[in-house]
C-alpha cells in the first residue's frame, strides 16, 4: 500500500471515529436531560460531554491533516519533479 492509499485508509477511519463521536454525544445529551428531569446531579455526565466534545475537536483536526496530506500526495502525484536539464538546455 502506498501513502496515497494509506491517507485514504486512514479518512475512512477518521470519518468513522466521527460519526460515532456525534452518536455518542447525541446519547449523551439525551442521558443529560433524563437526568435533568428526574432530579439527579449531571455534573459528571456534562464534564463526560465537555470531553466528548475536545475528543470530537481533535479528530476533525487529525481528519483535516489526513485530507492536507492526500491533497499534497495528489499533486506530488500530478507534477512530478523535474529533474535539472544543466546549462546546455535551452
Known amino acids: 500500500m502506498n501513502d496515497l492509499q494509506q491517507e485514504r485508509e486512514d479518512l475512512i477511519a477518521a470519518d ?5 463521536g456525534e452518536q455518542r ?7 443529560i436531560q433524563r437526568m435533568t428531569r428526574d432530579g439527579y446531579d449531571t ?3 456534562r464534564d463526560l460531554l465537555r470531553v ?3 475528543t470530537m475537536a481533535t479528530w476533525q483536526e487529525h481528519r483535516r491533516l489526513i485530507l ?4 499534497r500526495h495528489e499533486r506530488a502525484s500530478s507534477n512530478p519533479p523535474r529533474t535539472n536539464p ?4 535551452p
Open 52 to 54: 466528548l466534545d475536545e
Open 86 to 89: 544543466g546549462p546546455e538546455a
Open 25 to 31: 454525544i447525541a446519547a449523551q445529551l439525551a442521558l
Open 16 to 20: 468513522r471515529h466521527l460519526a460515532a
Open 43 to 45: 455534573t459528571l455526565a
Open 68 to 71: 492536507d496530506a492526500i491533497a
